[in-house]
């Protein structure tokens, strides 16, 4: 399977601790997207990359929130001292850049975050 | 990005065609419609987008009207595997996509 990957597939952690997820896009897409989902609602865009550049980030990313990219490759999120608000959906999404930057993005299957 | 109106929910039953409105009045001129579904724990796939002109591909059409303030979606046969939350977003052509609550479409036997 060549789609894009999100490890792990669900997290449970205790509030106050911090969490790191990975995604892995499709090979040579160098933009990056992650959204958060919450129950109910549609995905919510937090922040993108392309290459290793981050270039928009959401005001929904605190200052506990952080992503990264450093090779221009796989992506990781960090919440650090996770909070029950924080449960979520957090999925990943790449796409390839093309002229005029047309192209759909191709998402993760999520990773299921759950504070208690 | 324009804000899209979708009705909450919609029933289709097996075999026949589903039809999903849009409401984008306030689409600019470089602004594209996309459509995503979402299927339960699963993550958004894409289906079809347009600017002015009508759409096909091997899941779906997409008409847009001609002032492009609506569109709909069309699921020409639609199966039980067709059940999910389905997004119409527009966006200029990069960047992030801005989910609203979508359609929930249940299809039914």
């Known amino acids: 399977d060549t789609g894009v990957s999100q490890n792990p597939r669900h997290k449970i952690t205790k509030r106050g601790q911090n969490v790191t997820f990975r995604c892995d896009p499709i090979s040579e897409h160098n933009r990056l997207y992650w959204y958060r989902q919450t129950l109910g609602q549609g995905p919510e865009f937090l922040t993108y990359?392309?290459?290793?550049?981050?270039?928009?980030k959401s005001r929904l990313l605190s200052d506990r929130f952080s992503a990264e990219r450093p090779k221009g490759s796989f992506s990781t999120l960090e919440i650090q001292r996770t909070e029950q608000g924080d449960s979520a959906m957090y999925l990943c999404?790449?796409?390839?850049?093309?002229?005029?930057?047309?192209?759909?993005?191709?998402f993760g299957p999520g990773t299921r975050l759950t504070v208690t | 990005d324009a804000k899209t109106t979708q009705p909450t929910s919609m029933d289709c039953a097996e075999g026949r065609a589903a039809n999903l409105p849009c409401n984008h009045s306030?689409?600019?001129?470089?602004?594209?419609v996309y459509w995503y579904r979402q299927i339960h724990s699963q993550g958004p796939q894409y289906i079809i987008h347009?600017?002015?002109n009508n759409e096909t591909n091997e899941m779906a059409s997409l008409i847009i009207t001609e002032d492009r303030k609506s569109s709909t979606l069309i699921l020409p046969h639609a199966t039980l595997r067709d059940t999910a939350v389905y997004y119409c977003i527009v966006r200029v052509n990069w960047g992030k996509f801005q989910f609203g609550a979508g359609t929930q479409v249940v299809v039914t036997p």
């Open positions: 306030t689409i600019s001129g470089n602004e594209y």
């Open positions: 990359f392309q290459n290793e550049a981050q270039l928009e």
């Open positions: 347009g600017l002015k």
């Open positions: 999404a790449s796409s390839p850049s093309a002229a005029g930057g047309l192209r759909e993005q191709y």
